[in-house]
């Protein structure tokens, strides 16, 4: 089945250590999105890809980074991590910008100790 | 500024009747609207949606009403069944597309036998 996977499912790291989240897709669509959503909140749009194109939001803080070498794969780098930074993280897709939906992975729970 | 608001965070309904799920926005750019549904350790995935170019849009069991005046919409689900027991966002965007989700907080619904 096409899908879109995340992995790890639980990832811990350390204060200020660097983290990856990876996010691959056999759905062959061009965007790319990266939402965080901490407990009891709304996800929140961290970036997208469109195809090789980045797109920032405003608001994301400089801590984030996100690489997208090729189609299949998207991975969120998180440099220095914060206690703040401890949520879910979750990458979807959709087959283009003008999509009528997005289709989701299982999301990554990422702890900071 | 919560743009788009679930003002119940949970939902109880006996199973065979029905559930409405409400949600409030304040964009009035906003101009399509989605409902997603996330069962615990999985991805949300998409249930249902509708342009702001109309006021009710209708899949099975689950119905979608707009109301463009009030900024508000509801999802009505009928009957209701134990496997709809699950978070519900509702999610919405200012480009007519699924691009950049603006996400509501998510209401929890139990339906009970």
């Known amino acids: 089945d096409a899908m879109v996977i995340q992995n790890p499912r639980y990832q811990v790291t350390q204060f200020g250590k660097p983290v990856t989240l990876s996010c691959s897709q056999t759905l062959n669509h061009n965007v790319m999105y990266w939402y965080q959503q901490k407990s009891s909140q709304a996800p929140k749009l961290l970036f997208h890809?469109?195809?090789?194109?980045?797109?920032n939001e405003a608001d994301t803080p400089d801590n984030f980074q996100s690489r997208r070498p090729n189609t299949s794969f998207c991975f969120l780098d998180i440099r220095s991590p914060g206690l703040g930074d401890a949520a879910m993280y979750l990458c979807?897709?959709?087959?283009?910008?003008?999509?009528?939906?997005?289709?989701f992975g299982s999301g990554t729970q990422l702890s900071v100790l | 500024d919560q743009q788009v608001k679930q003002n119940s965070p949970s939902l109880s309904v006996q199973e065979g009747r029905i559930s409405i799920l409400n949600c409030d926005y304040t964009?009035?750019?906003?101009?399509?609207f989605l409902w997603y549904k996330k069962y615990p350790a999985e991805g949300p995935t998409f249930l249902i949606s509708?342009?702001?170019?109309?006021d009710k849009n209708e899949d099975g069991r689950f119905t979608v009403f707009l109301n463009k005046s009030a900024k508000h919409l509801s999802l009505h689900i009928v009957p209701s069944q134990p496997g709809d027991s699950a978070v519900y966002f509702c999610?919405?965007?200012?480009?007519?597309?699924?691009?950049?989700?603006?996400f509501g907080t998510g209401t929890r619904l139990q339906v009970t036998l």
């Open positions: 964009n009035s750019m906003f101009d399509y």
């Open positions: 890809y469109y195809d090789k194109d980045f797109n």
């Open positions: 999610a919405a965007s200012a480009d007519g597309t699924a691009s950049k989700l603006t």
């Open positions: 979807a897709t959709s087959r283009g910008r003008a999509s009528e939906k997005l289709f």
């Open positions: 509708i342009s702001s170019i109309k």
